[in-house]
Antibody, heavy 122, light 106 residues
Framework: EVRLVQSGAEVKKPGESLKISCQVS????????IAWVRQMPGKGLEWMGI????????TYSPSFQGQVTFSVDKSINTAYLQWSSLKASDTAIYYC???????????????WGQGTLVTVSS | IQLTQSPSSLSASIGDRVTITCRAS??????LAWYQQKPGKAPKLLIY???TLQSGVPSRFSGSGSGTDFTLTISSLQPEDFATYYC?????????FGGGTKVEIK
């Protein structure tokens, strides 16, 4: 059974750093892209970017380039999303998702994590 | 690439036929997916490459289109279909989403 399990909710202050995780199971982690998607309170889905765990090739949406960093730890089948300096506007739910197609993203994303709520407030 | 969904919301009754459209700002062949999201839940993939039904998705859902214009149709709306629906283009990075269509009970 394919599962993506994300780390728990976080409450942080502006300027703090944060790293959230997405641990996968039930498939070969290094063969499928992992996407990160933001959903601000009451809003729609926003594409942040993708990472290929096999070689850590990464593509960021221009809106998020330089604001976040994607990484993976292949030894524990886990992908990460991190911030070095959070802002109040980073308050959102963050989802990870697995590409449906091995090695490609043309068929969308078929399994999603449960989401991690990040709240940034002074 | 910008994706424009219409309508942004709609009210419909059980058994109604519902159609949601998604227009891309440039041609994307058939590299389009549709997702359903219920409150407090992660999105669920319904359709990929514009018209292929994801495994386990009821056959009342269908997708069509190519190039710039796409539609998601629910042939007979069921209680569990009340949700927000998003299209996503998968032609080129960034893999943008449409703004969403909220389907509510009339």
């Amino acid at each position: 059974e394919v599962r993506l399990v994300q780390s728990g909710a976080e409450v942080k202050k502006p300027g703090e750093s944060l790293k959230i995780s997405c641990q996968v199971s039930g498939y070969i982690f290094t063969d499928y892209w992992i996407a990160w998607v933001r959903q601000m309170p009451g809003k729609g889905l926003e594409w942040m970017g993708i990472i290929y765990p096999g070689d850590s090739v990464t593509t960021y949406s221009p809106s998020f380039q330089g604001q976040v960093t994607f990484s993976v730890d292949k030894s524990i089948n886990t992908a990460y999303l991190q911030w070095s300096s959070l802002k109040a506007s980073d308050t959102a739910i963050y989802y990870c998702a697995k590409s449906r197609e091995e090695g490609a993203t043309r068929e969308g994303f078929d399994f999603w994590g449960q989401g991690t709520l990040v709240t940034v407030s002074s | 690439i910008q994706l424009t969904q219409s309508p942004s919301s709609l009210s419909a009754s059980i058994g109604d036929r519902v159609t949601i459209t998604c227009r891309a700002s440039q041609g994307i062949y058939t590299y389009l997916a549709w997702y359903q999201q219920k409150p407090g839940k992660a999105p669920k993939l319904l359709i990929y490459v514009a018209s292929t039904l994801q495994s386990g998705v009821p056959s009342r859902f269908s997708g069509s289109g190519s190039g710039t214009d796409f539609t998601l149709t629910i042939s007979s709306l069921q209680p569990e279909d009340f949700a927000t629906y998003y299209c996503q283009q998968l032609y080129t990075n960034p893999l943008t989403f449409g703004g969403g269509t909220k389907v509510e009970i009339k």
